[in-house]
């Protein structure tokens, strides 16, 4: 069983920053690529940043330049540094672990999510 836990968000002004993370546990083998998505009321579940096992990110267009998503292989833990937070960035973030099978199947593993509040 593959566990994953977020913490770290919050209420925050604008402009500020947060920074995420998440733990995982269990059987974590054949890992393909750990991420963040979030979601807001209302809007579809979005991806926000990813980091393949070879270390390649990925960021939103809405992003770029604000986060900064990291591992740290030796803790299995991922972060997710947020800095000039806006507003538009509320939102339930999510963590997401993909695990892939010998035959090279993905398989999405989520954590429970960690709210974030942008607000004056």
């Known amino acids: 069983q593959v566990q994953l836990v977020e913490s770290g968000g919050g209420l925050v002004q604008p402009g500020g920053s947060l920074r995420l993370s998440c733990a995982a546990s269990?059987?974590?083998?054949?890992?393909?690529?750990v991420g963040w998505y979030r979601q807001a009321p209302g809007n579809k579940r979005e991806l926000v940043a990813a980091i393949t096992s070879g270390g390649t990110t990925n960021y939103a267009d809405s992003v770029k330049g604000r986060f900064t998503i990291t591992r740290d292989n030796a803790k299995n833990t991922v972060y997710l540094q947020m800095n000039s937070l806006k507003p538009e960035d509320t939102a339930v973030y999510y963590c997401n672990l993909e695990l892939h099978d010998i035959y090279r199947r993905v398989t999405g593993y989520w954590g429970q999510g960690t709210q974030v509040t942008v607000s004056s």
């Open positions: 269990g059987s974590i083998f054949g890992i393909n690529s």
